[in-house]
């Protein structure tokens, strides 16, 4: 039978429809890209614009061939630093001019490859570009948030074919996490206790919707998804501040994040999705309240008029049959 669930965090319903779905999920193959162009392999430097950023050995020119991970600016920017963030009103509408940051992360060398089959040198390396960016654009005082996300696949918003992620600094706080700092900070005012953590706590009792944990992270299922199989990687101790990942952390949380990743590759192929990391924003990084986390959004269903206009997500695969399923697969594969 259907069910109703809520998100405890935003309040968000989502209905849970399994009866929905009955015929079984088509993996997708391995393909690789016949491209022969792409800005973003070894060789073409020259075609994207100077790199902010880049991993390489000590010695190596700007913009040369001999690195294996690069950050640059995006070649069409949502946002630039042109003009700062003035406010500006025109009666009862208001508007800011388009300043920040807009980045791409050129995650390794390697064209046809993704970090489920990367080696854990190369995802703990995305992890410290995702970290050096990140602190260094937080000194720009008139930034208060910055967005990391990876859009893989056609179908998840992804240009081009070459292992990528960006980030997106803006001097406003994002919609979706204000509303999970409302949520979180409405818990914590009458629980004393993070939601997330209160989260954690009883997804390892329950153990239902659990995918994988190591020493320092947890990869579950959440109760409430919006999306089959949508699934949530976060740190057991509390913390609010992503920039703040301590230098041991990093390993756990690369190790989790190709795991998780590889193993929903294991069950639907090589499938679009979309991950971002919530944190709390600039101008409040360290809280007791609010906790950073990884979303993972597969990008197996689209929303439709009954989604847009209700803002009920309709979700065809129940959290607890996704991780049984994602559990399920043999041991010993990792």
């Known amino acids: 039978m259907p069910e109703y669930r809520k998100d405890p965090i935003t309040n968000r319903w989502v209905i849970i429809s399994s009866e929905r779905s009955n015929r079984p999920i088509e993996k997708a193959e391995l393909t690789t890209s016949t491209s022969i162009f792409c800005p973003f392999d070894k060789g073409n430097e020259h075609l994207t614009p100077p790199e902010i950023l880049a991993f390489k050995p000590q010695n190596s020119k700007p913009n040369d061939e001999n690195w294996w991970l690069r950050v640059v600016p995006n070649k069409f920017p949502a946002v630039t630093q042109e003009k700062p963030p003035i406010i500006k009103k025109n009666g009862m509408y208001f508007s800011i001019d388009g300043y920040g940051y807009h980045e791409v992360i050129i995650e390794t060398p390697n064209h046809n490859t993704t970090i489920a ?107 409430a998804p919006r999306f089959p199989y949508e699934t949530w990687i976060i740190q057991k101790e509390h913390n609010s501040n992503f920039g703040n990942l301590d230098i041991h952390l990093v390993k756990d949380f690369a190790k989790i994040l190709k795991n998780t990743l590889l193993k929903l590759n294991r069950l639907l192929g090589i499938f679009p999705f979309n991950y971002m990391i919530h944190t709390s924003p600039f101008d409040n990084l360290n809280n007791s309240y609010y906790h950073w986390h990884l979303e993972i959004i597969p990008r197996l269903t689209n929303a439709a008029g009954f989604e847009w206009g209700s803002g009920f997500f309709i979700n065809s695969v129940s959290p607890e049959n996704a991780a049984q399923n994602l559990k399920s697969l043999e041991e010993g594969f990792l």
């Not at 993070?194 to 239902?208: A, D, G, L």
Request: proline fraction near 6%; charged fraction near 25%; charge should be neutral.
């Open 117 to 223: 089959y990367m080696n854990d040198f190369e995802v703990e390396e995305i992890i410290w570009a995702y970290l050096q960016r990140f602190n260094e654009i937080k000194k720009d005082k008139k930034i208060k948030y910055v967005q990391i996300f990876k859009n893989y696949g056609p179908n998840a918003g992804a240009s081009l074919p070459h292992p990528h992620s960006q980030l997106i600094a803006t001097p406003i706080i994002p919609i979706f996490i204000e509303e999970e700092l409302k949520g979180s900070k409405a818990f914590y005012n009458i629980k004393k206790e993070c939601i997330f953590c209160s989260i954690i706590n009883q997804e390892k009792k329950e153990n239902v919707r659990i995918i994988e944990e190591n020493n320092n992270f947890i990869s579950f299922e959440p109760f």
